[in-house]
């Protein structure tokens, strides 16, 4: 992975203006050997932050500092390939491979996208994050993730 440049100006502000900011961010956050770490990216989201993907919705820095607190809890390795992003104006668009490791299961790969929203002071107002949950971790569940494609196929597909 090629090492990127942390924009100072942003770092120092705690401002977003740059796709490689935020790359840097999230390379920090998913990519601590083991559990993932928001310490350092909180301060880059806005207070009232509107956060929402295929499990939850939650709006305010404190919903979302404890969303983080609990995933973190909860997962025993976390780590987030990024690859393609994205910056148009105040939109900026990531997608991702994120290997999942929960206590009691195997691995799971998820593929996904975040699509961000910056305000005007620089800070993340919005992120929705778009994924197949079930169908990427029942995958990785002998005999039951072919059952689930199987079904998904049949009725939707």
């Known amino acids: 992975m090629d090492k990127i440049k942390l924009n100072e100006s942003d770092f120092f502000n705690r401002k ?3 796709i490689q900011t935020v790359k840097e961010l999230w ?3 998913y990519n601590t050997e083991g559990k993932p770490d ?3 990216i909180l301060p880059y989201y806005d207070k009232n932050i509107h956060f929402r993907d295929s499990i939850q919705e939650i709006r305010g820095i404190d919903d979302f500092t404890a969303m983080t607190e609990r995933l973190s809890r909860r997962s025993k390795d ?3 390939n990024i690859v393609n992003s994205a910056m148009n104006d105040d939109v900026i668009f990531l997608e991702w491979e994120m290997t999942l490791s929960f206590k009691k299961y195997p691995s799971s790969l998820l ?3 975040s699509r961000i929203r910056i305000n005007s002071d620089g800070k993340i107002i919005e992120q929705r994050d778009y994924y197949d949950l079930w169908g990427d971790i029942f ?3 002998p005999r039951f993730g072919k059952i689930y494609r199987k079904f998904m196929k049949k009725k939707f597909g």
């Open 78 to 80: 976390l780590k987030m």
């Open 16 to 18: 977003i203006t740059s």
């Open 139 to 141: 995958d990785n569940i």
């Open 38 to 40: 928001w310490s350092h």
């Open 111 to 113: 593929f996904g996208n």
């Open 27 to 29: 390379s920090k956050t």
